[in-house]
């Protein structure tokens, strides 16, 4: 199964948009800011301004991994909460402090994963 097909399974709440996964890769690789409308674990919605560094997966559930504007801390979202995602023409300064290091590291990912 391709990479694109495996996202579109875990998205397919996201209303079906196969073109999400590509633009979340597009917005990591271009450093772009994205914001994010998505549905709390408590079921409030939220809305948020996110520095994007990389699509993981969790055990259970794919994420967008990055730099939360309000929370100024990294932060995960499920991409299968998303309910609307915009990519924003704001460029990110990718600090070494704000990378994906830094990021693995306040997820618990362990210092002997290599990036």
């Known amino acids: 199964?391709?990479?694109?097909?495996?996202?579109?399974?875990?998205?397919?709440?996201?209303?079906?948009?196969?073109a999400?996964?590509?633009?979340?890769?597009?917005?990591?690789?271009?450093?772009?800011?994205?914001r994010v409308s998505y549905v709390r674990g408590d079921g409030a919605q939220s809305i948020r301004d996110v520095e994007p560094i990389c699509l993981a997966f969790w055990g259970q559930?794919?994420?967008l991994g990055g730099g939360c504007r309000s929370r100024e801390d990294s932060r995960n979202v499920r991409l299968?909460?998303?309910?609307?995602?915009?990519?924003l023409d704001e460029v990110c300064a990718m600090e070494p402090a704000h990378?994906?290091?830094?990021?693995?590291?306040?997820?618990?990912?362990?210092p002997d994963l290599e990036v």
């Open 1 to 18: 199964m391709r990479r694109a097909d495996r996202l579109f399974l875990v998205i397919h709440n996201l209303r079906g948009r196969r």
């Open 20 to 34: 999400v996964p590509d633009r979340l890769h597009q917005a990591i690789d271009e450093h772009h800011l994205v």
């Open 61 to 63: 559930s794919w994420t």
């Open 80 to 87: 299968d909460r998303m309910v609307s995602m915009d990519l």
């Open 99 to 110: 990378g994906l290091r830094a990021y693995l590291d306040a997820m618990g990912a362990g």
